[in-house]
């Protein structure tokens, strides 16, 4: 998938990849793939911004991602919905920064800490 592509496919269709995407994401950085987890990490963002702009449809879709059974998916969904439903993401990272001995976890915690301390601004 090329990020020129993005602007064409539909919401539903953009969720999808950015679950598919998000949780090899997730699994990649638990394993140590480095050079996986970058690659993703590009098309993700890139995801994201095309959803961002797509306004209310695509948060609502964004939140049923919290409950995703991938913690890859879950974290990036909660730091993703911080800038509009800040309740929900902070408790999803709050509940993955418990996982022991977790990168994902690690990732939703300093994120979480940066959020609560003013320093991380979602788009």
């Known amino acids: 998938m090329r990020v020129a592509q993005l602007k064409g496919f539909t919401t539903e269709h953009l969720v999808e990849k950015y679950r598919e995407i998000s949780a090899r ?3 990649a950085i638990e394993a140590g793939n480095h050079k996986s987890a970058n690659r993703d990490f590009s ?3 890139a995801i994201n911004k095309e959803l961002r702009s797509r306004g209310s449809e695509a948060h609502q879709q964004l939140l049923s991602l919290l409950d995703d059974s991938e ?3 879950r974290c990036w969904a909660a730091i ?3 800038a509009f439903a800040p309740q929900e993401g902070e408790r999803v990272l709050a509940e993955l920064a418990k996982v022991p001995k977790s990168l994902v976890g690690l ?3 300093l994120t979480l800490q940066q959020w609560k301390r003013g320093e991380y601004k979602p788009w």
């Open 25 to 27: 994401h997730g699994r």
């Open 43 to 45: 098309l993700i963002v």
């Open 71 to 73: 913690p890859g998916t």
């Open 80 to 82: 993703d919905v911080l």
């Open 107 to 109: 990732t939703a915690e």
